[in-house]
């Protein structure tokens, strides 16, 4: 199957460090990315991982864990920018993306 | 500024009409992917070209077709449209032929209303 799941929404305070989760099926995998989305916007890279483990980039890290179908975006000292919608997408052999539906992070002051 | 672009960046049009939609990819992409993002659903993946050549084809309809010229460049032809068409439509490139272990680079989308 091709569900990928994430929260719909996630509120946090600015400065604080965020969670988001991405649960997938496993059949097939080789590779997950997240996008981040501002509304109207167009999605833009944030990170790639296909082993198991921590990747890390300035405030944004993401964790793979493939046996578990499980992946999650850290953002740390947020700020208000981060505002956005979250787009986990999997991509399987011999398949196109399929994206997941999308976190959509409030941060407030 | 992806490098992508997508031209009208606004569309308001009535049901039943048709439109074409472009897209040029990032310099040295061969490959164009489109999308729909409708207000209650995430990005469904339409159709990819590589090179010319349909490569993919995702959630299209009938009504919607869609080409890849040899400058690389891409349209995306909608036809008796109807109100649930209306959407954000995302065009993305990249550099190969899949998009195994390849990032795709979004244009800033059309945004089509119809009335």
């Known amino acids: 199957g091709q569900n990928i799941d994430q929260p719909t929404e996630m509120t946090a305070t600015e400065g604080a460090i965020v969670q988001i989760n991405c649960t997938y099926q496993?059949?097939?995998?080789?590779?997950l990315f997240w996008y981040q989305q501002h509304a109207g916007e167009a999605p833009t890279f944030l990170s790639y991982?296909?082993?198991?483990g921590l990747e890390e980039k300035g405030r944004f890290s993401s964790f793979l864990s493939r046996s578990k179908g499980y992946s999650y975006l850290l953002l740390k000292e947020l700020q208000m920018k981060d505002s956005a919608s979250y787009l986990c997408?999997?991509?399987?052999?011999?398949?196109?993306?399929?994206f997941g539906p999308g976190t959509r992070l409030s941060v407030l002051p | 500024d992806s490098g992508v672009t997508q031209t009208p960046k606004h569309l308001i049009t009535a049901t039943g009409q048709r439109v074409t939609l472009r897209c040029s990819p990032r310099s040295g992409d061969l490959s164009v992917y489109w999308y729909q993002q409708s207000l209650d659903q995430g990005l469904q993946f339409l159709i990819q070209y590589y090179n010319g050549e349909e490569r993919a084809k995702g959630n299209i309809l009938e009504r919607f077709s869609a080409q890849q010229f040899p400058d690389l460049h891409s349209e995306l032809n909608l036809s008796s449209l109807e109100l649930g068409d209306s959407a954000l439509y995302f065009c993305?490139?990249?550099?190969?032929?899949?998009?195994?272990?390849?990032?795709?680079?979004f244009g800033p989308g059309t945004r089509l209303l119809v009335l």
């Open positions: 991982n296909v082993l198991d």
């Open positions: 496993t059949s097939g995998f080789n590779g």
């Open positions: 997408a999997v991509n399987r052999y011999g398949q196109n993306f399929v």
């Open positions: 993305a490139s990249s550099p190969g032929e899949s998009t195994e272990q390849e990032t795709q680079y």
